[in-house]
């Protein structure tokens, strides 16, 4: 089974740590710039559809206790989208495929001195457009961590086959991830000196397409089917 295991010697931090509750963090894939009225009103529509279809994600998540806050889990906004063009030509006739990331659940745990424990749940929506060769398709996504002068401490990538329903050309997946482990220096050092990040392996040129908010999806109906996997 695979381990995203971040064996680290990090500073100590002055940080006082104050009890809380188990944190969560939902952080919705890849948004930017101003939306229009009837855009927004869109995007509220597909966010209430998509907790009416998948819940809040967080119900296979362990209730973990924590000392402190946890990181900020988020995804990187170049990569949170995935759009794949025939010859590299940005038409919508040319869209072979695509992938978003929706939304991130996670929480964690630690106390006193122990590395900090991170469990994530990642709603992917993902896209067969006109260029698609085939119902089937392995897309490939990472985590890494990061300290708040955003160094990166540790990265591990994961591959997501997706299988598109017959007769569907959008499809949903969620994958858990377990076994993030954040080791500190020692307890003064809480969760939030550190930031978890996601996002799909891109090419430079997908990553230039999402920097400038540009969009096109595949011609799709609507999602039916839920893929569910767990990664440690």
């Known amino acids: 089974?695979?381990?995203?295991?971040?064996?680290?010697?990090?500073?100590?931090?002055?940080l006082s740590l104050a009890?809380?509750?188990p944190s969560f963090a939902q952080i919705g894939g890849g948004g930017g710039g101003g939306q229009s009225g009837d855009q927004q009103a869109a995007d509220d529509a597909k966010a209430k559809k998509r907790k009416e279809e998948f819940g809040d994600l967080t119900g296979p998540l362990p209730a973990l206790k924590n000392a402190g806050p946890c990181p900020f889990v988020k995804s990187l906004y170049d990569a949170a989208r995935y759009i794949e063009f025939k010859d590299n030509v940005e038409a919508s006739a040319?869209?072979?495929?695509?992938?978003?990331?929706?939304?991130?659940?996670?929480?964690c745990e630690y106390q006193g001195s122990l590395p900090i424990r991170v469990a994530m749940k990642v709603?992917?929506?993902f896209g067969r457009g006109p260029q698609a060769q085939s119902d089937r398709k392995t897309f490939t996504y990472w985590v890494a961590v990061t300290d708040r002068n955003h160094a990166v401490l540790g990265k591990q990538s994961f591959t997501l086959p997706v299988t598109f329903p017959r007769g569907q050309d959008r499809t949903t997946v969620v994958d858990t991830i377990k076994g993030i482990a954040i080791p500190r220096a020692d307890s003064?050092?809480?969760?939030?000196?550190?930031?978890?990040?996601?996002?799909f392996d891109v090419t430079p040129e997908m990553a230039d397409f999402n920097r400038q908010g540009k969009r096109f999806k595949a011609n799709a109906g609507q999602a039916e089917t839920q893929v569910s996997s767990t990664k440690q």
């Open 19 to 21: 009890p809380s509750a």
């Open 188 to 199: 003064r050092v809480s969760g939030s000196n550190f930031e978890i990040l996601t996002g």
């Open 123 to 125: 709603l992917f929506e």
């Open 1 to 14: 089974m695979r381990r995203l295991r971040l064996y680290l010697f990090v500073a100590t931090a002055a």
């Open 94 to 107: 040319n869209v072979a495929y695509t992938g978003e990331i929706q939304t991130i659940h996670s929480v």
